[in-house]
């Protein structure tokens, strides 16, 4: 099925590790965005993407990074991870924002 | 940071009641939606309200967006076990090839629970 599709679900990291969450989507999207969400917070932009190549920063952006090498993927990086980075992060993308994101089914991140 | 302000936090209402969520903000969208998540999910979207005063109805489920842009409001009637799930708003600073780039900021959401 079409859609954004998020590997790894779930994710146990020890402080000071690395690792790279991938967002992969099917449909075209020239946008993309990485949130992540926390209880009673909502959902906090990241980073995000308006084409291949391109990326800026949200609200949120220290301590992550991210890349957008080609048009399906999107890419974000943890490089030293931290306690408070234990969340759930979504990607989402989209080719028109009336037409509202698609989000990927989300990975939980712990860190210990 | 544009702020949106989601009311109430929780909801606990028996199957049958009805029900309104609200989303305030002072700054104006150019558009405000309404999405439904369910735990291990990712947000789907319900409705995209862009006009001031625009009334949208999905069965059971009528969203109004208010005359100044600045503010939403869902509500549900009769609600379902079904229903039970996370609600986010979200409002938009503009369309997707706009100077936002499409960007959304979500509310802190509202999660209802329906007992049967």
């Known amino acids: 099925n079409a859609g954004v599709t998020q590997t790894p679900k779930f994710r146990v990291l020890k402080t000071g590790q690395s690792m790279t969450l991938l967002c992969a989507q099917d449909?075209?999207?020239?946008?993309m965005y990485w949130y992540r969400q926390d209880p009673g917070m909502g959902l906090r932009l990241i980073h995000y993407?308006?084409?291949?190549?391109?990326?800026a920063k949200g609200e949120v952006p220290d301590g992550y990074n991210v890349s957008r090498l080609k048009k399906q993927n999107f890419l974000l990086g943890l490089e030293s991870a931290a306690p408070s980075q234990t969340s759930v992060y979504f990607c989402?993308?989209?080719?028109?924002?009336?037409?509202?994101?698609?989000f990927g089914s989300g990975t939980r991140l712990t860190v210990v | 940071t544009q702020l949106l302000e989601q009311s109430p936090q929780f909801l606990s209402i028996q199957e049958g009641e009805n029900l309104t969520v609200y989303c305030n903000s002072s700054?104006?969208?150019?558009?405000l939606q309404w999405y439904r998540q369910e735990p291990g999910e990712g947000p789907v979207l319900l409705v995209t309200v862009v006009t001031g005063g625009e009334v949208k109805k999905l069965k059971r489920l009528t969203f109004q967006f208010g005359d100044a842009r600045k503010d939403s409001s869902l509500h549900i009637t009769a609600a379902q076990p079904g229903d039970t799930g996370l609600y986010l708003c979200?409002?938009?600073?503009?369309?997707?090839?706009?100077?936002?780039?499409?960007?959304?900021?979500f509310g802190q959401g509202t999660i209802l629970t329906v007992h049967p």
């Open positions: 989402a993308s989209t080719n028109k924002i009336r037409r509202g994101y698609t």
């Open positions: 993407s308006v084409g291949e190549g391109t990326t």
């Open positions: 449909m075209n999207h020239e946008y």
């Open positions: 979200a409002g938009a600073h503009g369309d997707a090839g706009g100077t936002s780039y499409g960007k959304l900021t």
């Open positions: 700054s104006v969208f150019s558009s």
